[in-house]
């Protein structure tokens, strides 16, 4: 999905809303451009308006505001350098509505796509016409489904959400309310529905929110892939119908099965799914872009430092600080946590390697005991984790153990601070294995061991699949888009829909075609598989994959577990919902998600009871819900005041 300069196309007319970030002095302040209602009567004044909505979307998925999506589930931990926020929503102990996400300035963009519905009809194309508004209502239901899943909607028990606007406003509001959940989820659904008849199946070099026919742009398969999601995160909620859970079992069902007629399909090998000549193909059905690919009308973006607008910080956020540890086996190098040397370490900071922002780490006791214990069968874990760093500067011999000197470190010949080079040859000055090692395997080993018990939020393996190889600085954040739906993600979906309706061989059916696929390898990726893990040669890649493709097919134990029902309360009993919650985990990991697959599945206060020790005492129901932030509180400045959500201050 390619979108315009941010600053070329706020819409004046667009008030400036009471609960967009800011306070008083907003209310008067004058516009900001120079695009006004009856711009909107025009095919390229709602062609601004709707990819100027496209490129808000980069700041609301943007910097370190992301790690919401991750601390306080059963994923992931605050990393060392996480800073004080991030380990309050990991612990939840000290979330308020000042400190909590704020993503309500999303109500100025809901209220220009309401300015295209109010005058689109008077555009004489239409074909353009039907075009643009389609896309103007994916844009909404995507906001709307964003902004509820966050904040949530007024219920019979709950006081609070977020309000619900359908009309144009031209004056700024000073009162609002809460909008009952129903009535939201309703305009998603009608949203998402409409975008669906009108989008067009693939995305042509004629699209007019496409750079010569590449990104991703909503099509009509990407909105019946969020109307499924729709149906199927109301069915577990107060609004909930009878019909949701078939609904999006339905409509996934038919994604899967019509997945020609819209250019889609899974990757033979995973691996594929993340390299960035893919990033605009058949898996990927949404992103949020941010200018990869070179057009003066798409592009607002700098890489180095933190220059250019929404800049995608997601590749840094889980990367371990690789350029501190040492080589020496000191006293404690086996002990957990590990104590290491910092004298002599064999890593500086160069392009391929990237910039560590250690924000985020795995939680070690779900992530790699859990989710992918399995390193032989299942390659997601490989595809997924670098675990290993080739030594990029002289380094003098490290010590053994006993004292005497280890081999000294061959770096590598390739190494960059300007360009993303794979490392050709040169040893390896950091590993971390699968499985524990013993002393000796230490001492002849010329780099550091990080075993997975001494996994903690300094050291770990890093998140590799979002990688970008054009940066060409050491400080560079990313240009690659955010995935924001894969087409992985509708099996899924798939499957979670048929497990809560009890069809148990329909869930399995969905799991397993992920399962196998995960089983393939190759030896291109072979290469950048640590050698003390499994791999394949030519040799054996043929028989390794045949051997692999069946041990992933579910057990019928795992097929039992499918027909318990969805246990939400009970941390001792395993349910079927933890299996396909751990699919999700193997298939997405990294992806900013897992709160809100914890939240609908209603399994955020039990998995992190499982597995989040700094949380799992503190987790509650109303966490589900983040709190209504500060400022769109204050901004209610007549009428009743902004209720808090359930539990919040």
């Known amino acids: 999905m390619k979108i315009f300069n941010k600053s070329s196309f706020m819409i004046a007319a667009a008030a400036v809303l009471s609960l967009t970030t800011g306070c008083k002095k907003l209310l008067e302040e004058n516009p900001r451009a120079a695009l006004y209602p009856d711009y909107f009567s025009t095919a390229a004044g709602v062609q601004a308006a709707v990819v100027g909505i496209y490129n808000d979307l980069r700041g609301s998925f943007s910097g370190e505001g992301l790690v919401f999506y991750y601390d306080g589930t059963d994923e992931n931990i605050p990393g060392g350098s996480a800073g004080t926020v991030a380990p309050l929503f990991n612990s939840f102990r000290g979330i308020t509505s000042s400190n909590g996400p704020d993503i309500t300035g999303l109500y100025v963009d809901i209220n220009t796509l309401n300015g295209v519905f109010k005058f689109a009809s008077a555009i004489t194309d239409p074909t353009a016409r039907t075009q643009y508004v389609a896309q103007a209502k994916f844009l909404r239901g995507f906001l709307y489904f964003y902004l509820v899943q966050t904040y949530g909607g007024l219920t019979a028990t709950q006081k609070s959400g977020i309000p619900l606007h359908t009309t144009f406003l031209t004056t700024a509001i000073t009162s609002d309310a809460p909008a009952p959940l129903t009535d939201i989820y309703n305009l998603i659904i009608q949203d998402f529905t409409d975008a669906a008849a009108n989008l067009p199946n693939t995305i042509t ?49 038919s994604l899967i099965a019509s997945k020609g007629t819209y250019g889609l399909d899974l990757w033979q090998d995973y691996w594929d799914e993340h390299k960035p000549a893919n990033d605009y193909g058949k898996e990927n059905m949404f992103a949020i872009d941010y200018g990869g690919i070179s057009d003066p009308n798409y592009t607002g973006y700098t890489l180095q430092g933190s220059g250019g607008y929404g800049l995608n910080q997601l590749y840094v956020l889980a990367r371990q600080n690789y350029v501190g540890p040492g080589v020496d086996n000191v006293t404690g190098i086996d002990a957990v946590p590990q104590v290491y040397s910092t004298a002599k370490p064999g890593m500086l900071r160069d392009v391929y390697n990237g910039r560590p922002y250690v924000r985020l780490a ?34 003098a011999a490290g010590t053994q153990s006993n004292g005497a000197l280890k081999g000294a470190l061959i770096p590598t010949s390739n190494v960059s601070l300007s360009s993303f080079n794979v490392p050709v040859d040169g040893d390896t000055a950091i590993l971390m294995p699968s499985t524990d090692v013993t002393m000796a395997r230490r001492d002849a080993f010329k780099g550091l061991i990080i075993t997975p018990r001494q996994f ?179 901004n209610v400045l007549s009428g009743p005041a902004y209720p808090q959500n359930n539990g919040y201050n």
Not at 208 to 237: E, H, I, M, N, Q
Request: aromatic letters at 10%; proline letters at 5%.
């Open 362 to 395: 795995p939680n070690k006791p779900y992530t790699m005991d859990v989710a992918f214990a399995d390193q032989i069968h299942d390659t997601r874990y490989d595809a997924t984790f670098q675990t290993f760093w080739i030594c990029n500067k002289t380094t």
């Open 456 to 634: 903690n939020a300094l050291n770990f393996p890093t998140v590799k699949k979002f990688d970008d190889p054009l940066r060409t600085g050491t400080g560079d954040f990313s240009s690659r888009p955010i995935i924001m739906m894969r087409f992985s993600e509708v099996y899924l979906m798939n499957a979670e829909a048929n497990y809560m309706l009890g069809n148990v061989s329909n869930a399995v059916t969905s799991l397993n075609v992920l399962r196998q696929r995960a089983a393939y390898r190759t030896t291109t990726d072979a290469a950048l598989t640590a050698k003390n893990q499994f791999y394949v040669t030519s040799a054996t890649m043929a028989d390794a994959n045949a051997t692999n493709a069946a041990a992933m097919l579910l057990t019928p134990t795992q097929v039992a577990l499918l027909s318990i029902p969805n246990n939400t309360t009970d941390k001792n009993t395993r349910c079927g919902m933890d299996l396909i919650l751990e699919e999700y985990s193997r298939e997405l990991y990294g992806d900013p998600r897992r709160w809100y697959d914890l939240v609908r599945t209603q399994q955020l206060v039990r998995r992190n009871q499982m597995y989040n020790p700094n949380g799992g005492a503190n987790v509650q129901a109303y966490h589900a819900r983040w709190p209504i932030p500060q400022g769109l509180i204050n």
């Open 205 to 253: 070099n004629t699209n007019p929110f496409s750079a010569g026919g590449v990104g991703k742009s909503a099509t009509a398969a990407t909105a019946k892939a969020y109307l499924a999601k729709a149906y199927l995160t109301r069915a577990y909620t107060e609004a909930k119908q009878s019909t949701d859970f078939q609904q999006a079992a339905d409509i996934t069902a």
